[in-house]
DNA sequence: TGGGGTTTTGCGAATGTTTCGCAAATCCTG
DNA sequence: CAGGATTTGCGAAACATTCGCAAAACCCCA
């Protein structure tokens, strides 16, 4: 119950995020690996993809229409993430205040800032 | 196609949720409807839901597991959220600079931060 | 106050996503 | 290469959410 056997499935579902670093739904990775002539099961590309996320080399998130997408991203230090409304594309971003991030994204990245969602998780005053 | 009638089951549901402000999901207020005797079909409750989200009184959320849950919140003044790991209770917080927050969170609220997720949006270089 | 047109509800069925069980196929190691 | 451990595929659940439609509720005003 410790082994991780390199499987061509696996090969192919990590080949595919490697080339595309877009937030994808399963759905969407099953059907183009299905393109390219690297048939693999839905049921194999949901397991791949937990694995992954679990290892810390995928990043999850569900995106608005409460599908959950999945991109490879190693954490290796904390930051988050500026994604193109519309080519999906991903800006790794600092995690700093956020006027810095506003003019940073634009400057350094021309990325135009025109939203964001932001989300605290902690222990409140009375379940304290 | 304009009217907005007063209805026992609407009714009902904006009691519930003034009555809890957290997160609910569709099925928690289903069933807390239910045993309370004020029973309404599910689809009625997401119907009510949406309606209510689009008027603008709920905030709407997906939840780590995929579920959408629903809160009232009347977003006057834009502001993000600080929901509380244990209870589910949550917190309104002015949209500043992040160290504000972080002791904003602490001294004023007595939040005790652990943990954030923040995600951008816009148009990006190439995009534009 | 009641009738009738408009809107909403409830129900069950349809969708779409994600999970599961299990036998068959694949991998690794020695 | 054989044997045991692991992974795959498949179809069947399990859920969440949406839809169509006939019946019920609501509003308005004659
Ligand atoms: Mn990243
Ligand atoms: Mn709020
Ligand atoms: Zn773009
Ligand atoms: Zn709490």
Redesign the pocket.
């Known amino acids: 119950?410790?082994?991780?056997?390199?499987?061509?499935?696996?090969?192919a579902?990590e080949r595919l995020l490697e080339s595309d670093r877009r937030y994808l739904?399963?759905?969407q990775i099953h059907t183009r690996l299905d393109v390219e002539q690297a048939?693999?099961?839905?049921?194999?590309?949901?397991?791949?993809?937990?694995?992954l996320h679990t290892k810390g080399t995928v990043s999850a998130r569900?995106d608005e229409?409460?599908?959950?997408?999945y991109m490879l991203c190693e954490p290796e230090h904390h930051h988050h993430h500026a994604i193109c409304r519309i080519c999906g594309r991903v800006e790794d971003v600092p995690c700093r205040a956020l006027d810095e991030f506003a003019s940073a994204l634009q400057q350094r990245y021309g990325f135009e800032l025109d939203g964001h969602a932001m989300e605290f998780s902690g222990v409140c005053n009375t379940c304290r």
């Open positions: 119950m410790r082994a991780d056997y390199a499987t061509r499935p696996r090969g579902i739904s399963a759905t048939r693999v099961s839905l049921a194999t590309v949901y397991r791949t993809l937990e694995r569900v229409r409460g599908e959950t997408t």
